[in-house]
T-cell receptor
Framework: SQELEQSPQSLIVQEGKNLTINCTSS?????LYWYKQKYGEGLIFLMM?????EEKSHEKITAKLDEKKQQSSLHITASQPSHAGIYLC????????????FGTGTRLQVTL | DVKVTQSSRYLVKRTGEKVFLECVQD?????MFWYRQDPGLGLRLIYF???????EKGDIPEGYSVSREKKERFSLILESASTNQTSMYLC?????????????FGSGTRLTVV
């Protein structure tokens, strides 16, 4: 199965600062999904990237997939306490999203 | 909105007990999944089901079984619970062929085996 590595494992940023989380795959990604998890709860879908070079934004969160389709980054601009949680990337290695493999997650804390 | 409901948020069971974790979705999704989440290991797929009465092993099926008798319900069974099955269990569902929206997850069941 496809291996996904996320970095950093944890992150503490001051409110208002920007941050970036990376997700790297050892194989070509057919689809890359970003999720956010509040502590002790389920995962909330953020966005999905499919094409090399693709970039999507939702409010202050922007995700990109590189041209080679092996790395994705999630960028948060002007972080807020509401951004705190665990961010996970999920990889589709079938082209049909019939089975997703997840990274280990990045724990984000936002301090006042 | 699709809702995926897991029957219990917290569960404490004894070693050797048979444990049932229930998951119900209300949007007629064909595909359903069970993951477990552990610190440092992320989400790992236990079992999944493409449709009623169908099941496929995921990456870590040992010690688990599943049941999908109705489309909306996917049950995870721990035949004889052990302490190394203490974990957060997450159920998810999706409609076949929809790649743009990912999976919809339940809120999770935190199982402790003592």
């Amino acid at each position: 199965s496809q291996e996904l590595e996320q970095s950093p494992q944890s992150l503490i940023v001051q409110e208002g600062k920007n941050l970036t989380i990376n997700c790297t795959s050892s194989k070509t990604l057919y689809g890359l999904y970003w999720y956010k998890q509040k502590y002790g709860e389920g995962l909330i879908f953020l966005m999905m990237l499919q094409k090399g070079g693709e970039e999507k934004s939702h409010e202050k969160i922007t995700a990109k997939l590189d041209e080679k389709k092996q790395q994705s980054s999630l960028h948060i601009t002007a972080s807020q306490p509401s951004h705190a949680g665990i961010y996970l990337c999920g990889a589709d290695n079938t082209g049909t999203a019939s089975k997703l493999t997840f990274g280990t997650g990045t724990r984000l804390q936002v301090t006042l | 909105d699709v809702k995926v409901t897991q029957s219990s948020r917290y569960l404490v069971k004894r070693t050797g007990e048979k444990v049932f974790l229930e998951c119900v979705q209300d949007m007629d999704h064909e595909n359903m999944f069970w993951y477990r989440q552990d610190p440092g290991l992320g989400l790992r797929l236990i079992y999944f089901s493409y449709d009623v009465k169908m099941k496929e092993k995921g990456d870590i099926p040992e010690g688990y079984s599943v049941s999908r008798e109705k489309k909306e319900r996917f049950s995870l069974i721990l035949e004889s619970a052990s302490t190394n099955q203490t974990s957060m269990y997450l159920c998810a569902s999706r409609r076949t062929g929809t790649i743009n929206y990912g999976y919809t997850f339940g809120s999770g069941t935190r199982l402790t085996v003592v």
